[in-house]
């Protein structure tokens, strides 16, 4: 759905984007997540044909976003972080108004539906400007929805909301994400760990790592090894162990990686283990949450 190939960004002298590369498929949820000036408003604005790339190629859609933004323009929905809205209009007059600029025959029913799922029905008919910050990301986020985009790219879309709109507007990227593919920037790690099932991670320019992020829990072991054996021939037959990773061993002490394909298997694994002359000193639950990802990555720098 996107293919973004070498793409850098310069203002002036300074770099906001450096030889970018990187393929999302269709119906991904992709976390687009960096520090503050990292790079990832850029990329958006650049996505959405808001602002030309210095150098690369990018194609939407298997359509060249340089030679026909006009093109990309109609199948890409863009929300930046501050909401551009008319104020002095009704919520039902601006969606009107909207779909045509967009060029697109609205249905009532399609409307109806927008409104419903985002839970702004009920200010429908009020002014926008008189409408709290919460049902105004709403608002903006419906207008992304007229014209039936195969993208949408959201800039912080619940940045100051409360727990109540966030889960709403989560709930609804989920359920449109069989039709849409979605990248969404935020700080907010937790959320974006709920929502997507993708992640970019970009950082003074550079993307450092972008891959599916799937949560694991994962154990960490340390056995006392009194009587010299093969750790790693013992643990690979104890069938209930998914995966493990010797991280060191100091004389006798192992330290070890570990994780079983259900909680249930960790009383087999122990009964498995007395038949060894191992001692466990301690199994220590471990979850791989997207946090602990991403903070080592940014402190690190490390590029995958």
Known sequence: MIEVKNVN??????????????????????????????????????????????SGKIKINNIDILKYPDKIKNIIGYLPENVPLYNEMKVIDYMKYRSILKNYSLKKNELN???????????????????????RQRVGLADTLINKPKIILLDEPTSGLDPEQRLIIANYIKQLSNEITFIISSHILSEIENIC??????????????????????????????????ITDILKKISVIKKFEIINNIEDIFNIKISFYKKEDIDYFYNEIKKFSLIIRELRKYKNNLENTYLKLIKNGIKT
């Not at 269709?26 to 990292?38: D, E, M, Q, R, T």
């Not at 419903?116 to 910050?133: C, Q």
């Not at 991670?201 to 599916?212: E, L, M, S």
């Open 9 to 54: 960004k310069k203002y002036n002298n300074f770099l906001a984007l450096n030889n970018v590369s990187f393929n999302i498929k269709k119906g991904s949820i992709v976390g687009l997540l960096g520090p503050n000036g990292a790079g990832k408003s850029t990329t958006m604005r650049i996505l959405s044909t808001y602002i030309k790339p210095t």
């Open 113 to 135: 539906e927008i409104f419903e799922n985002l839970k702004i029905k009920n200010v429908k008919n009020k002014i926008i400007g008189n409408l709290s910050k919460g049902y």
């Open 197 to 230: 099932n993708n992640i970019i991670i970009i950082n003074k320019g550079n993307i450092i790592i972008h891959n599916d992020f799937k949560k694991e829990d994962f154990y960490f072991l340390k056995i006392k090894n009194i009587e010299n054996l093969n």
